[in-house]
């Protein structure tokens, strides 16, 4: 073939494909010959939709709930008259939500939220984005006549503030009083921590609960008083927070310690350095809190950080507990929103105050500081309570209590600020004498509330019926016959709850309007009217030498203002995370008495002296007694009064033995012994672990 020369090295190629395909290779595709590739389609319509809040989907999911039950019922279809939105089914529907629930919703604003809801789900299920504005003047109106009719509360709720010294009796509660029971010593020091939190940040619990390791920065930095022992300083960066209208900012609050601070019960960095401790946390091997406190910045430095594992980077600062096998331990999941809530009511109520106790009241109590605070301008405080103008503070967070000496100011005298403070303060209402629950006379009247007795009866004559077509009641599972019965269950429950919250709170209402006179008499004439015993009689158990320990480090107060200070904060920390290594035994209430335990002898050779010199030469034995748990005793979080425990009988022994343990585990897993003494043993079964406690141990499960 001839030489070619191409000036145009594109024909070039064109000239040599076309040679190629002359001689049956297949020529290169080029661009020219190259077909337009087809645009991928990555369109869905659920991707363009808004990503709402786990409590909004809640909600709405709610409200499509009742709206389909309310058209199935009324055989309606949902979606055509979700649709078609007329103000007589709109109507009809909230007057059968309001019949149907049955004074589950109290609140008149509650009717509201759920119209709103009810919209937003119309728009997301038919694409329906306007309502005729003449549907939203009627539901106005529609919303008024439905909360008069089920006699709906508009009155607004009373937002208590919680300021430090209403804190300071929280945290006292929290630690010295018996009736604060928590399944683990670990959720208390951090339930601890979590309340200095909210007074000293202001957050919301969803942020608070949130918080991770990695969230944390610790370091020492240069005393700026000149003094030879550096500061201590923990920053605290809250990334989880309210998204509404909006992603913000995250704000990072730095918390110095307080030099020769009089009591350490309301600082944050003596629960935040135990727990880490306690979760051997910091990347500094084997580091104690007494060398902490010993360590210098290094010359040239302006800080010393003390970094934290890297394992434990992105795991929650706020740990639920869950049930193992071996019994209660701290998992990874972070605790909820209703934990932290119910927590803070039930301490509330054994405080002794009389309104109840929200996550919220921290953040009204750090909002005011912050608004009285001459070193903190109302920029600042909208940027750190996250609002975007001073009017949403002003309208959801001001108490409604003025907390200012009026009468100082029209008369132009100096203002009263202290009784000022005190009459505002949440501490004005603790009463340890105010009725927290109800006595013995009190729970038998409820018994024989007429409402109480209807749902009884009803649910023993269905499970007599159950019983009489099954035998057993746990034979019928799954027929006809035990849903109804475990209905009228469900029922009856509620039923005798709802009559003893009724009448507690009659007992503290006539409690509340008696006492101020019973109390007048008795300095005046000495003689009381009131002899009622409100509360029925418990008998507390002692606390923890660890817990004793804790509160004595945290009440102690500095002896002067330069001795003792590190030392009280090195055995506050060590106190703090050695009660986190620990479980609590809650008392259990039981309806009879159970006779002592302690003194039960053994089937052999062995005699009740016999086994009582046993267990004081060595608790712990190979060998356990008939009734002892082998998971409890290999259990170190539990005291040692507990790991040795005997049941009263081989029954309650079976009992426990399923509902403490073996029901979190797979029957067919292997599984490790617990005992102590052969805990690396492993064996193939759940019945081959009953077939060795029996023949190794001695203990019948």
């Known amino acids: 073939m001839a030489d070619h020369v191409f000036e145009n090295p594109s024909i070039e190629h064109e000239h040599i494909a076309m040679d190629d395909y002359h001689s049956g290779m297949t020529p290169p595709r080029t661009s020219m010959m190259t077909e337009p590739r087809k645009a991928e389609d990555y369109y869905d319509p659920g991707r363009t939709k808004k990503i709402y809040a786990p409590k909004s989907r809640e909600l709405q999911s709610l409200l499509k709930k009742l709206w389909d039950s309310y058209c199935n019922t009324h055989g309606k279809e949902p979606s055509d008259t979700l649709r078609t939105f007329h103000i007589k089914d709109l109507y009809n529907f909230f007057h059968w939500m309001l019949r149907e629930r049955g004074g589950r919703i109290r609140k008149a604003r509650t009717l509201q939220t759920y119209w709103n809801t009810l919209t937003l789900v119309r728009q997301l299920e038919s694409g329906c984005y306007s309502v005729d504005p003449a549907v939203q003047v009627e539901m106005c109106g529609a919303r008024q006549n439905l909360a008069q009719e089920f006699k709906l509360s508009t009155a607004k709720e009373d937002k208590p503030i919680m300021r430090a010294e209403d804190e300071f009796e929280l945290l006292k509660t929290l630690w010295e009083s018996p009736d604060v029971e928590l399944q683990h010593e670990y959720l208390r020091a951090q339930l601890a921590l979590m309340i200095q939190l909210a007074g000293i940040t202001g957050n919301r619990p969803g942020a608070l609960r949130r918080l991770q390791y990695k969230d944390l920065k610790i370091a020492l930095l240069p005393n700026c008083d000149g003094g030879d022992r550096p500061r201590l300083v923990i920053d605290f960066t809250f990334e989880h927070t309210k998204r509404y209208l909006g992603g913000k900012d995250a704000n990072t609050f730095p ?359 046993a267990i004081k030469s060595d608790p712990i034995q190979m060998e356990c007694l008939p009734t002892q748990c082998i998971f409890c005793m290999g259990n170190l979080e539990l005291p040692l009064s507990h790991r040795t425990k005997q049941f009263r009988d081989r029954s309650g022994l079976k009992r426990h033995f399923f509902r403490k343990h073996l029901q979190h585990h797979d029957v067919k897993e292997r599984i490790r012994c617990p005992h102590p003494k052969c805990n690396d043993r492993w064996l193939e079964h759940v019945d081959h672990l009953r077939n060795h406690a029996a023949r190794v141990h001695k203990t019948l499960t």
Request: glycine content about 4%; some cysteine; overall charge positive.
């Open 255 to 613: 918390v110095p310690d307080i030099p020769s601070e009089s009591c350490l019960l309301l600082c944050p960095q003596t629960m935040l350095l135990g727990l880490l401790f306690a979760d051997d946390a910091f990347a500094v091997p084997d580091l104690s809190p007494a060398e902490l406190f010993e360590l210098r910045i290094p010359p040239g430095k302006r800080e010393l950080r003390f970094p934290i594992k890297q394992s434990k980077a992105e795991l929650p600062l706020f740990r639920r507990t869950e049930r193992t096998v071996r019994g209660l331990r701290v998992s990874n999941d972070a605790v909820t929103e209703n934990w932290l809530r119910e927590r803070l009511r039930r301490l509330g109520t054994i405080t002794n105050f009389e309104m109840p106790v929200k996550p919220y009241c921290f953040r009204r109590g750090h909002g005011e500081a912050l608004d009285s605070s001459s070193h903190i301008s109302d920029s600042q405080r909208n940027l750190i309570l996250q609002h975007s103008s001073s009017a949403v503070f002003q309208h959801n967070y001001l108490s409604r209590y003025i907390t200012q000496d009026t009468q100082a100011a029209y008369r132009g005298l100096e203002p009263q600020t202290a009784i000022i403070r005190a009459a505002s303060g949440m501490s004005r209402s603790i009463d340890p004498r105010r009725p927290q629950s109800l006595n013995d006379q009190q729970l038998a009247q409820i018994k024989k509330h007429p409402e109480v007795v209807l749902a009884r009866r009803i649910r023993d004559r269905l499970a007599r019926q159950a019983r009489a077509c099954h035998t057993t009641i746990k034979r019928s599972s799954g027929t006809r016959e035990y849903t109804e019965y475990r209905h009228a269950q469900r029922n009856y429950l509620h039923t005798k709850r709802v009559v003893h919250n009724i009448t507690l709170k009659q007992v503290q209402t006539r409690y509340r309007e008696e006492q101020p006179i019973d109390d007048i008499l008795w300095q005046l004439r000495g003689v009381r009217q009131n002899t009622e015993q409100t509360t029925s009689g418990r008998v507390n158990s002692p606390l923890s030498s660890e817990r004793r320990r804790v509160l004595s480090a945290l009440l102690t107060f500095a002896l002067s203002k330069h001795t003792g200070d590190q030392e009280r904060r090195v055995e506050a920390i060590d106190a703090v995370a050695a009660l986190c290594k620990r479980q609590e035994v809650t008392q259990r209430k039981v309806c009879r008495k159970k006779a002592a335990c302690f003194v039960t002898s053994r089937k052999g050779d062995c005699t009740t002296a016999d086994a009582k010199n």
